[in-house]
């Protein structure tokens, strides 16, 4: 089974930063959907920050100008750099990865930040 691995969550003071990193186990250099989602207690399920194949992101506004995804394909990973981060931003992220057909989550980390 293709398993996604997130780590990088944490406990963090509002105005920090996290780097979030998402392991797939197997190669994500031709999967044209990788991205970032969260969920906070009593929400829906949001879309932070997608990439395609070729470089394109996209972003949720709430998190535009201080969130970045990135890709490193010879390493199977994704990233979320996160930085000025504010209590709204708490929740658990989750990596989704999109091959053709087929779609795949991680198991989540908690993001917290305090006030």
């Known amino acids: 089974q293709v398993q996604l691995v997130e780590s990088g969550g944490g406990l963090v003071q509002a105005g920090g930063s996290l780097r979030l990193s998402c392991v797939v186990s197997i190669n994500i250099f031709s999967v044209n959907f990788v991205g970032w989602y969260r969920q906070a207690p009593g929400k829906q399920r949001e879309l932070v920050a997608s990439?395609?194949?070729?470089?394109?992101?996209n972003y949720a506004d709430s998190v535009k100008g201080r969130f970045t995804i990135s890709r490193d394909n010879a390493k199977n990973t994704v990233y979320l750099q996160m930085n000025s981060l504010t209590p709204e931003d708490t929740a658990v992220y989750y990596c989704n990865i999109r091959p053709r057909f087929t779609n795949y989550w991680g198991q989540g980390t908690q993001v917290t930040v305090s006030s």
């Open positions: 990439m395609s194949s070729t470089g394109g992101t």
